[in-house]
């Protein structure tokens, strides 16, 4: 049981020889951390087997690159993927990460909500055996129309539809917002 619910994965409890060194039990695909983020159900009032995207912002020293004192492993691809409580692993879309600060922020398509009952998302990092990225924005952003990112102005679907803007500097449409949230 993790979060009161059963799993199909055992969660991570313990550590390899003295203390600091990874943990034996490792989370879904290879994974060896993970950060939890509870979506009330009063707030996202979804139906069951509903589906949203949801806008996933975490500063935390553990996302950090290895290099700088944290877990992320992989410079190439980052070893960075999210999953629900049924261990389904879920499309995401990164749009800011600082190997130095641990910032992490994108759009996550979370499915399988159920009405009344509280979403639990978990970010899973950690894993240096990666060979290709873990993010996938086509399929992040599948069924949408078009996704145009008002910071950058990239149309993220397969769809193409750009956004061109004219005498403003596209990362000064929306700016950044500090600190965690979801």
């Known amino acids: 049981m993790l979060f009161g619910l059963p799993l199909p994965f055992p969660p ?9 060194e990874p943990p034996l039990e490792r989370w879904p695909g290879g994974y060896r951390y993970a950060l939890r983020r509870i979506l ?18 975490a500063v935390n020293l553990n ?8 877990h992320v492993e992989n410079g ?3 070893d960075i993927a999210f999953i629900n409580v049924s261990g389904r692993f879920l499309d995401h879309h990164e749009t800011v990460y600082n190997a130095t600060t641990g910032t992490w922020a994108g759009w996550v398509r979370c499915i399988g909500f159920r009405n009344g009952v509280d979403y639990t998302l978990l970010q899973l990092y950690g894993h240096s055996g990666l060979t290709a990225s873990t ?3 086509v399929g992040c952003w599948d069924g949408c129309s078009h996704s145009v990112d008002l910071r950058t102005g990239v149309d993220a679907s397969v769809n193409a539809k750009d ?12 700016g950044d917002i500090a600190g965690d949230y979801i």
């Open 40 to 57: 009330s159900h009063e707030i996202h009032g979804m139906p069951d087997e509903g589906w949203a995207w949801v806008f996933y912002r």
């Open 12 to 20: 991570v409890t313990q550590g390899v020889g003295g203390g600091g």
């Open 135 to 137: 993010e996938d924005r």
């Open 63 to 70: 996302l950090r690159s290895v290099a700088n004192g944290g």
């Open 76 to 78: 190439t691809y980052r």
């Open 163 to 174: 956004l061109a803007p004219v005498g403003v500097a596209s990362v000064s449409l929306l």
